[in-house]
């Protein structure tokens, strides 16, 4: 069973930086798994950060950055303020019409 | 402005059934796969179906597969989910979400209750 993996929680500075990782238990992630990422602040809808590994979905500022890393997807946040404090999901297309979601890590900025 | 307005949700016994909708507005609907996503309380998103342009190829995760059904109607711009042999775990958030081609959800819905218990 595919297992897509994320830091649980992970802590930043304010005007720091932080790179949040996406991985899978088995193999690599590369551009063929279309990695997206997506905000959630408690009882909101998600949000629409990143897809296709790099491109950033509009009105997302550019301090939000994608990348592969190694055998991971990354998304860096460049410049944290205190309203990136949120939960970050990472989500791989896994091909035949599924998807696998990451567990979440949730951000802390202080 | 694209608009996902999710329906149907509530309280439901174990072994009972539901049907959520999915309205959709701002854009042309039938040239969209469309999905369903679920967040159990506390927990994080959890990828539940999906279903082609036409409605003819219908895609579920495991945990759900043989118990939920998904259909379209394009006339309608609307999306269904119907949840069959609901158990306690189905208990989440269900939020309708727009995706491009096959890769990512650009649009998502403010979600659906459902709550399972006796």
């Known amino acids: 069973q595919t297992v897509v993996t994320q830091e649980p929680s992970f802590s930043v500075s304010p005007g720091g930086t932080v790179t949040l990782t996406c991985g899978l238990t088995s193999g690599s992630v590369s551009d063929i798994y279309y990695p997206s990422w997506y905000q959630q602040t408690p009882g909101q809808a998600p949000r629409t950060l990143m897809s296709?590994?790099?491109i950033r979905s509009s009105g997302i500022p550019e301090r939000f950055s994608g990348s592969i890393l190694g055998n991971k997807a990354a998304l860096t946040i460049t410049g944290a303020q205190a309203d990136d404090e949120s939960d970050y999901y990472c989500v791989l297309y896994m091909r035949s019409g599924i998807w696998v979601f990451g567990g979440g890590t949730k951000l802390t900025v202080l | 402005e694209v608009q996902l307005l999710e329906s149907g949700g509530g309280l439901v016994q174990p072994g009972g059934s539901l049907r959520l909708s999915c309205d959709a507005s701002g854009f042309i609907f039938s040239n969209f796969v469309m999905s369903w996503v679920r967040q159990a309380p506390g927990k994080g998103l959890e990828w539940v179906s999906a279903l082609s342009l036409s409605g003819t190829s219908p895609y579920f995760a495991d945990s759900v597969k043989g118990r939920f059904a998904i259909s379209r109607d394009n006339s309608k711009n609307t999306l269904y989910l119907q949840m069959n042999s609901l158990r306690v775990d189905d208990t989440a958030v269900y939020y309708c979400?727009?995706?491009?081609?096959?890769?990512?959800?650009?649009?998502w819905g403010q979600g659906t209750l459902v709550t399972v218990s006796s």
């Open positions: 979400a727009k995706v491009v081609g096959w890769s990512h959800f650009d649009f």
């Open positions: 296709s590994t790099n």
